[in-house]
């Protein structure tokens, strides 16, 4: 007989994660599980779409039957999850908080399905919920190292989604993690239309580098290859989101923000399909019980770019250990991630 898909699964794909950031599996393990996947961009953009598509390779891998679809836009949400949701998927996975009120609309109708929204805000009745990493912790991260290592007092962050919590999140707890070091640091935030769009994205990070900033933090799906271009064109430092922008880039990426999908988006589906996934936000950080749903990394081996000094390394692993301790707490305000330079 094969073994449980959690076994299997948690087994196979854990032991490369830094061990601070893996999850614990749920209790219980459940076969025959079917998970559908909607993603907002292309599964190649190596950022966003191409994580949540990784993670549900994985489960495939493990034996789960999977499907999923790309590129799907606002006026598609609601008719793709009530498709797979009628096809008899037991967790439909939105791979954005842009999916959770399709979620919220559709959940009622089909009352055998749970339907997961990756960075989500919140649940609805008793089948639609939110999973996410404490995105403001990792702003916070990222902003202590880009004051520590900026010499111009000046960073920026290029970002899309304006006003989304998890955007508003990280981009304020950049901004409170620039401020904790340096108050008196000028921090650009600038948001753009779209989250795919590199061109643009590259535009206004060249902008605000040429202002005299030399780190740009961002939060893009495929838009952000152009933030990490404009590093590397410019000389400046940048975060990644993922280790192929470090790959491409590694003078310019400092860390790249790993996000952990393919194990929260399990322990939400192991619970979905055992009745106790709860309709609401779980999210991950560095005080969970479980574990944190991201970290920050360079490379497999390494969590910073050679170049960070010690000392700026030792910040930054310091400022994480005050997160788990419960030590620091954020309160993170849309005044925090407004636009402009201030």
Do not use: C
Request: charged share 15%; proline share 4%.
């Amino acid at each position: 007989m094969p073994a449980p898909l959690t076994r299997r699964l948690f087994g196979a794909s854990l032991l490369s994660l830094p061990s601070a950031a893996i999850l614990a599996p749920p209790a219980r393990a459940q076969q025959g599980v079917k998970v559908a996947m909607l993603l907002p961009g292309s599964i190649n953009d190596q950022s966003w779409n191409a994580q949540g598509h990784a993670a549900l390779a994985a489960m495939k891998a493990a034996g789960a039957e999977t499907a999923f679809s790309e590129n799907v836009g606002a006026a598609e949400q609601v008719e793709a999850m009530r498709d797979y949701a009628r096809r008899g998927f037991g967790a439909v996975v939105g791979h954005s908080g842009r999916f959770l009120s399709a979620a919220q609309r559709v959940g009622p109708e089909f009352v055998g399905s749970r339907f997961i929204v990756g960075s989500g805000s919140g649940g609805a009745g008793a089948n639609v919920a939110s999973v996410d990493y404490d995105n403001a912790q990792m702003g916070y991260l990222v902003g202590v190292l880009a004051a520590r290592m900026s010499k111009t007092g000046k960073v920026a962050s290029v970002n899309g989604l304006e006003g989304l919590p998890n955007i508003v999140a990280q981009v304020g707890g950049f901004r409170q993690g620039v401020r904790s070091v340096l108050p008196g640091a000028l921090v650009q935030v600038t948001y753009l239309p779209s989250m795919e769009d590199a061109a643009m994205a590259r535009e206004a990070a060249l902008a605000a580098i040429g202002g005299g900033a030399d780190f740009v933090f961002g939060k893009l799906n495929a838009g952000h290859a152009g933030i990490v271009q404009a590093a590397r064109e410019r000389s400046a430092y940048t975060s990644g989101r993922s280790l192929d922008h470090a790959a491409a880039a590694p003078d310019a990426v400092l860390t790249t923000i790993a996000e952990r999908w393919q194990t929260m988006y399990l322990a939400a589906v192991q619970a979905a399909a055992a009745g106790s996934l709860a309709p609401a936000l779980q999210m991950y950080g560095f005080a969970s019980p479980t574990g944190s749903g991201a970290d920050l990394r360079y490379s497999e081996a390494l969590e910073l770019n050679p170049v960070v000094p010690k000392a700026v390394a030792d910040a930054v692993a310091q400022t994480r250990a005050r997160f788990a301790s419960g030590d620091l707490k954020l309160t993170v305000t849309r005044e925090d991630a407004r636009g402009g330079t201030a």
